[in-house]
């Protein structure tokens, strides 16, 4: 059976992907500074037969390794993170992702020579914790290029995500006029006063939106002293949806309604940075069944239901453009907070090592499935563009 081979070529390469992951975790390197560990994935494939792409899109710790077999066939694409939390580390499981994804990727390289044709695109993917790496890649048509999008990802269960929450994050400056606030307070128009309204217009309209959104909001700079009437005042908001067409239709158009009457009451005036959007993942149903009966197969930890909405992330904006999953591969003890200790602690166990092997099956058992079944394919692209339709409609 192929996905033996497969299997057996993992657990032969496990040493060089295990000694990845742990000097990824002893060189941890905050988003768009991720460069040894570019470096320690980049050579690793370029030595394997990949044709290697540093700096993608002026992103320098970016990256596109591509291996193509004959003519045609599907574009498989797997990404990989590996950006560390500042002031603690890889306490995210994000030096795992590389070193399984490379084995992935080399485990099916030997397969397509032999059996059949198609393209392996590993894309390495900077900044997920702070800067939207896979964003910045999007905006300039990377990540369209493929079929399917396979993740990994460090978990207290293995299981997959149905979908996730599309979130906008602005910066709102209000612009007013100072006066004393004791001896002229009528001359001034308080930037923070509008401020003050924009927090209580959006807690009006919690009442009025859908329940699975979400409204954040906090004060982002100290007004000044008490007795002068600020002229400048500044909020960070995040508005929030498991539903990107609702994101964009409904709650963002009421929140700049929201700005705006704030301002209109103050007599002060607004501008609205958004910093930016991640989009909810659409759906796919059928992906996940197949990653799933690998782990299945594999007999990969604590396998469980797939978590039917989590939090953002910029993998959502991949699942936007393309159909994707992410594999969450037990390591931790189960009810562990990911960006916690326990999450650092247990990043050079022999948990984490098993699960690099059992996530770097998995994807490679999904995407020969992929691969060597188009009824596969085609069933999964399918659902994808349903699904993506029936969204305007819910």
């Not at 910093?275 to 992906?287: F, Q």
């Not at 098993?354 to 996530?359: F, G, K, R, T």
Request: with cysteine; hydrophobic share 40%; proline share 4%.
């Amino acid at each position: 059976m192929l996905k033996e081979v497969m299997f057996r070529d993992i657990d032969g390469i496990r040493n060089e992907m295990t000694a990845m992951a742990d000097d990824i975790f002893d060189h941890p390197e905050i988003g768009l500074e991720e460069f040894h560990a570019q470096k320690v994935l980049t050579d690793w494939l370029e030595k394997e037969g990949f044709a290697v792409e540093r700096g993608v899109v002026g992103v320098e710790t970016a990256f596109k390794a591509v291996y193509r077999h004959g003519e045609g066939g599907p574009n498989i694409g797997l990404l990989c993170e590996y950006d560390a939390l500042p002031g603690i580390g890889h306490a995210c499981g994000h030096h795992m992702q590389g070193p399984g994804i490379c084995g992935t990727a080399v485990a099916l390289k030997k397969i397509l020579d032999d059996k059949c044709n198609g393209k392996i695109i590993v894309y390495g993917t900077p900044a997920e914790e702070s800067g939207g790496g896979k964003i910045i890649l999007l905006e300039d048509g990377y990540l369209k290029d493929i079929d399917v999008a396979l993740m990994l990802h460090g978990s207290p269960t293995t299981c997959v995500d149905v979908k996730s929450m599309a979130a906008a994050s602005m910066t709102v400056t209000f612009h007013g006029k100072s006066a004393h606030a004791a001896l002229k307070p009528e001359a001034g128009r308080s930037a923070f006063d509008a401020l003050l309204l924009s927090f209580n217009g959006l807690e009006f309209l919690r009442e009025h939106v859908r329940e699975d959104s979400r409204i954040h909001y906090t004060m982002k700079e100290l007004p000044g002293p008490a007795n002068i009437v600020p002229a400048k005042a500044v909020g960070a908001f995040s508005v929030r949806s498991y539903n990107s067409v609702y994101l964009h239709d409904e709650l963002l158009p009421r929140f700049c309604d929201v700005m705006r009457g704030a301002a209109i009451m103050t007599g002060t005036s607004y501008e609205i940075k958004t910093e930016r959007i991640l989009e909810g993942k659409v759906p796919a149903y059928s992906l996940n069944e197949i990653v799933m009966e690998n782990a299945r197969l594999v007999g990969a930890p604590r396998i469980r239901a797939p978590r039917e909405k989590t939090g953002s992330s910029d993998f959502g904006n991949v699942m936007y453009e393309v159909p994707g999953c992410c594999i969450r591969i037990a390591f931790v003890p189960e009810g562990t907070s990911s960006h916690s200790q326990m999450f650092l602690d247990m990043g050079l166990t022999e948990e984490a090592h098993q699960a690099i092997l059992y996530a770097a099956k998995i994807l490679a058992g999904t995407a020969w499935d992929l691969l060597s079944d188009n009824e596969h394919m085609e069933t999964v692209k399918n659902e994808f563009r349903e699904n993506k339709a029936r969204l305007k409609n819910m």
